[in-house]
Each structure stands twice: as C-alpha cells, then as structure tokens.
C-alpha cells in the first residue's frame, strides 16, 4: 500500500499541475490535432524526481496520437517547465504522461445507466 503523500509532495504536484496545464493550453489545440488535452492530476514521488502526469483527452477518439505527440515531445515539456519553475525547484522532475481515464469510465456509467 503506497503511503500518503507528504506536504510538499502535494504543493509540488499542485505547482506542476498548474504550470504544465498553462504550457498546453498555450500551445492550443492545433499542437495537439485539435483535441482538448486537461492536466487532470500530478502525483510526485518522494524525492520529487519523477512526475506522473494524468492527462484527460477530449474527444476521446484522439487519445493514442495525442499521448505519442506528448511522449514525442516530452523533452521540450520538461524544458519549458524548467523555466517557470526554475526558481521554486532544484530539479525539474522527469514527466511521465498517463492517459486519465475517469472521464470515460464516467461516460460509460452513464450510457449503462440510460439503458
């Protein structure tokens, strides 16, 4: 069982969010082929090293394309995260991008629940 993140885990993580939700949305949709991509949540591991990032895609039909062009471009994320956090952190933590799939499970409940 993983244990509660600390304090600083969460202002990290809420930092992060907040941050790289900023960068994408500033790339616009037309970076990503016209789909919404929404940093729905940051968790950082205990040394503040590594970063799992959730992203929500809509519409979901683009989620494969959009997940590689993040992979693809995961380099350059990090790079531009670094410099508006660059005085906040010593590291930048290294961003692994997981596809958040509440919205869709959410989805499915609900067309199950109108059958």
């Known amino acids: 069982m993983e244990k509660p ?3 600083r885990q969460l202002k990290v993580a ?3 969010q907040k941050d790289l939700a900023e960068i994408i949305r500033a790339k616009g949709m037309g970076a990503f082929g016209g789909a919404l991509v929404t940093v729905s949540e940051v968790r950082v591991s205990p040394d503040l090293s590594v970063a799992k990032v ?3 895609i809509f519409p979901s039909e683009k989620q494969g394309p959009v997940m590689q062009l993040l992979e693809e471009n995961n380099k350059a994320l990090r790079g531009e995260l670094g410099h ?3 005085k906040q952190f010593r590291i930048v933590p290294e961003l692994n991008f997981l596809l958040d799939t509440s919205l869709d499970y959410a ?3 609900e067309e199950l629940l109108k059958k």
Request: net charge negative; glycine share 0%.
């Open 14 to 16: 809420r930092e992060i």
């Open 5 to 7: 993140a600390s304090t």
């Open 107 to 109: 989805e499915h409940i």
């Open 84 to 86: 508006v956090v660059a």
């Open 54 to 56: 959730f992203v929500s």
